[in-house]
């Protein structure tokens, strides 16, 4: 039985118009020393363990961050778009994990540092799951 971290992974994995631009290229933060772009980062950012007459429910809500990493704000924004695609409204079953609901809550593009060298646009979903 995996994760939902695991279960993210497998999503992106296996939907085609993302793995066509980034390969594998999905890790958690932070991006790797000497990177090859574009890739995408995942992180949870919050989980709510719902209670109900004393009792922890299975069902638990969770607030993840993908980010979109590349050279070009176009190519950012591409990668953002097949996240978007393969996340928002998903629900089934990844890597062993029943996903009840997933829905992208916001997206926004990083300001750019030219010191960095690189474009992120940064998306968050809002992910209903069973806990493993």
């Given at each position: 039985?995996?994760?939902?971290?695991?279960?993210?992974?497998?999503?992106?994995?296996?939907?085609?118009?993302?793995?066509?631009?980034?390969?594998?290229?999905?890790?958690?933060?932070?991006?790797?020393?000497?990177?090859?772009?574009?890739?995408?980062?995942?992180?949870?950012?919050?989980?709510?363990?719902?209670?109900?007459?004393?009792?922890?429910?299975?069902?638990?809500?969770?607030?993840?961050?993908?980010?979109s990493?590349?050279?070009?704000?176009?190519?950012?924004?591409?990668?953002?778009?097949?996240?978007?695609?393969?996340?928002?409204?998903?629900?089934?079953t990844?890597?062993?994990?029943?996903?009840?609901?997933?829905?992208?809550?916001?997206?926004?593009?990083?300001?750019?540092?030219?010191a960095?060298?690189?474009?992120?646009?940064?998306?968050?979903?809002?992910?209903?799951?069973?806990?493993?």
């Amino acid at each position: 039985m995996g994760t939902i971290d695991s279960a993210i992974v497998a999503r992106l994995d296996a939907y085609a118009g993302l793995t066509a631009l980034i390969g594998t290229r999905i890790y958690p933060p932070p991006v790797p020393q000497n990177p090859t772009y574009p890739l995408v980062t995942y992180q949870e950012i919050d989980t709510l363990a719902p209670h109900a007459m004393g009792c922890t429910l299975a069902i638990r809500h969770a607030r993840y961050q993908v980010d979109s990493w590349a050279s070009t704000r176009k190519s950012a924004k591409a990668v953002a778009a097949q996240i978007e695609a393969a996340l928002d409204n998903y629900a089934g079953t990844s890597d062993g994990v029943e996903i009840k609901n997933c829905f992208l809550d916001i997206g926004r593009e990083s300001p750019y540092d030219p010191a960095e060298g690189e474009h992120r646009y940064i998306q968050e979903f809002l992910i209903e799951y069973v806990k493993p």
